[in-house]
């Protein structure tokens, strides 16, 4: 039986989170430092172990179509390290929360969606498009390695991109519906691989089953 991975250490505390999160209303997505190399490997060893499959490379139709360049992984072991990160995140964001006022989200948060995206160097990434509308508050997606351009934008022509930092081991953290009572959606993309690159997301679906990563990850007596 394998032991739960211990809760990383993490670059940003409370107090710089929650920073982050009050920006979110005006920059629609923020970015700051989080895990450190030793981190960062253990997450990418598991993240190695992981089954893939192609991510859909076409979503929606017409207008609305998205096109996907990666490999995805939704069978995020709860008990190992990724698991852990996402309980510290978890954590970290409701001790973030309460350190603002009003509080930014006034409903259930818990993180129970992971999942682990590779792009192969040269990619075509993801093009602009609007996350689930099932994931409400935040957004976090994690870069464990390689090099690519996240870019906030205007409308699916990917117009008045601005680019969110996304170095390895930052978090970048886009607002979803819910937080600060506001209900739309960012415009977002991923393009110029330079390098391959592994990120891994952590959100709250709405559509899941009652408990989280958190609770979920527990070992029985735990
Ligand atoms: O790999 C990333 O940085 C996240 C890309 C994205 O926007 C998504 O998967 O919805
Ligand atoms: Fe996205």
Redesign the pocket.
């Known amino acids: 039986m394998t032991l739960t991975s211990e809760p990383p250490a993490f670059e940003s505390g409370p107090a710089a989170l929650a920073e982050a999160i009050a920006r979110l209303p005006a920059e629609d997505a923020v970015s700051l430092p989080l895990l450190g190399g030793d981190t960062v490997q253990g997450l990418l060893d598991e993240s190695s172990t992981l089954t893939y499959r192609p991510a859909t490379p076409v979503i929606g139709a017409g207008e609305r179509r998205v096109w996907q360049d990666?490999e995805v992984s939704c069978a995020v072991p709860r008990e190992g390290a990724l698991g852990a990160c996402a309980r510290r995140l978890q954590d970290a964001f409701h001790e973030a929360f309460a350190l603002l006022s009003p509080t930014p989200l006034a409903e259930r948060f818990d993180i129970n969606d992971l999942?682990v995206?590779r792009?192969p160097k040269g990619s075509g990434g993801?093009t602009p498009?609007r996350?689930h509308i099932a994931y409400r508050g935040l957004i976090s997606?994690i870069?464990l390695s390689g090099i690519?351009r996240?870019a906030v934008c205007r409308d699916r022509s990917a117009a008045e991109a601005r680019p969110v930092p996304?170095p390895v081991g930052w978090l970048?953290l886009m607002r979803g519906p819910g937080l600060y009572g506001l209900e739309d959606r960012p415009f977002?993309?991923?393009d110029r691989f330079t390098e391959p690159?592994i990120?891994v997301?952590f959100r709250h679906d709405r559509r899941a089953p009652d408990g989280s990563v958190a609770t979920l990850g527990l070992s029985p007596g735990g």
């Open positions: 990666c999942i995206q792009y993801i498009h996350d997606v870069t690519c996240f996304a970048v977002h993309f991923v690159r990120s997301g």
